[in-house]
């Protein structure tokens, strides 16, 4: 019911009791413009509690929570749920919806807008996330944090801080931290430039491993462990990086050359496993039965016979990555031939960054009309093949006018982070959709943070957000003594055995 404005509302809406629903309201028939939009998204029971405000701001809020019969109320200029309220409030709405009821105020007028729902589903997210912190490269890069938050509250933890080892002009670059299943104690990444090689972490062992080899093309770049081996498989890239003047996805990440590579974290051996000459190989990932590894690779005709970057330059869009996988034996740790898994190309697109669910059922990967860096393309969007049937589809439930890129699979396989620009087109944030046994996908919502505006004034991306289930222990300083150390060298070998 529609109730008539008075000029002064008597109601007195903030006092020692806690807030109260205002007396006397305008009722819209919209929804709330609120951010972020967490309007009839499904959230885990475990997530920390979901802020927001009104777009445009408000003198005022009051939100009503209701679950059966019981409810809760939040007010002030933004709403920002108690931690043990959110806790009571997800516990009684577990598999079911909870109803929140938005009132604001603007100058001496309430608005009541339409109700709205969240679902909280029983399956849990694990609880840590870690990202590269990071400005548009087309600003700078070396002011950036490997950081680590947790899920079901606010806290934020550096792993590692790049400038620990950068002084003045020797410049380094921090990237591709991955862990095996989930683990934090099994963890990796690089660092470029000025004392880089790759850091690897295995049950209480650090160590600084200097993969160049004249071999190899590059150190190893995009890693993905073995599910339970002592074993990552990169690609290995020269990779390069150009500005568009008129293009609106601003900058170009490409590869001029790049090989798969296998590397056995016990022997510290090194061998290939894909370098053929017209093939761009890269962004490996294991199936989870540890049995068949899954990649990219594009296939490039030289004209030029020098191998300049000029001629990738300007072919750029006609690079169009297809899906492939090979059979692997643990137990001779042999790799088979390749096989075509998706034909991306045949229909003038291009496909990266293959991740498997964690029950062997749905390969999500990102789809662009062109290259392999689709974190800069603006229409990059997520895909899912059912790998029982081959069927294969956008995921339009998850997908958004702006660019989604990077994508994990939690380790129960019901959520995927994925990395969108759908705020605003330039900067990367965290989003988390709940993924039915059907491989249907929940509206995506952003990463909660203590302060709703946060985002919005925080000027990083996040970049390659991973989930752990507990967090990385080893001290920032401490990883910076490991880095400032010589590097052990591989040893190339034409096969690996066990």
Known sequence: MMR?????????????????IPEEYTASRSLPDIYPDYINVTVPVNIAPL?????????????RYTVGDTEYLFGGDKIQPDEDDWRALTALARDKAMTVEVYARHDDQWMRYKPFNILVSNDSIDAWLSYRLISPSYVG????????????????????DNMLCSVEG??????????????????QFHARQNQGGTVIVYDGKVQKINMRNDSLISTGVYPAWHPWLKLIVYSTNKTHQSFHVTNPNKIEVFDSESDMIAYDV?????????????????????????????????????????????????R????????????????TMQFGERQLVFDAAALNLSATLPRISPDGR???????????????????????????TGSVRPMKECNSPETESYHAWSSNGRWLVISSRRDDGNYTRPFFSHVDKDGKASKPFELPTADPDYHRQFLKCYNV????????????????????????????????HR
């Open 362 to 388: 749905w390969l999500v990967f990102t789809m662009a009309s062109y290259g392999v860096f689709h974190i800069w393309h603006r229409d990059a969007d997520l895909w899912v093949m059912d790998l029982r």
């Open 316 to 331: 750029g869009m006609e690079l169009k990555y297809n899906l492939y996988k090979k059979a692997f034996n643990p137990e």
């Open 4 to 20: 008539q404005l008075l000029p002064f509302i008597a109601a007195v809406l903030l006092t020692a009791c806690g807030p109260r």
């Open 170 to 187: 020797a410049g380094q670059c921090i990237n591709c931290h991955h862990y095996q299943q989930y683990n934090p104690g099994r963890m």
């Open 465 to 496: 957000p991973e989930f752990t289930k507990s967090p990385v222990t080893i001290k920032p300083q401490d990883f910076a003594d490991v880095l400032k150390k010589e590097g052990v060298a591989v040893k190339y070998v034409p096969r690996l």
């Open 266 to 314: 016990e022997k510290n051996e090194v061998t290939h496993i894909e370098n053929a000459p017209n093939e761009f190989e890269v962004f490996p990932f294991w199936a989870p039965d540890g049995k068949t590894l899954y990649y990219c690779s594009a296939h490039f005709e030289r004209k030029d016979s020098t191998g300049s970057v000029t001629e990738v330059v300007e």
């Open 51 to 63: 802020t927001f405000e009104m777009n445009g701001g408000a003198d005022e809020m009051v939100a």
């Open 141 to 160: 890069y070396e002011e950036l944090t490997i950081s680590q938050r947790c899920l079901e509250n606010y806290d934020e933890r550096v792993i590692y």
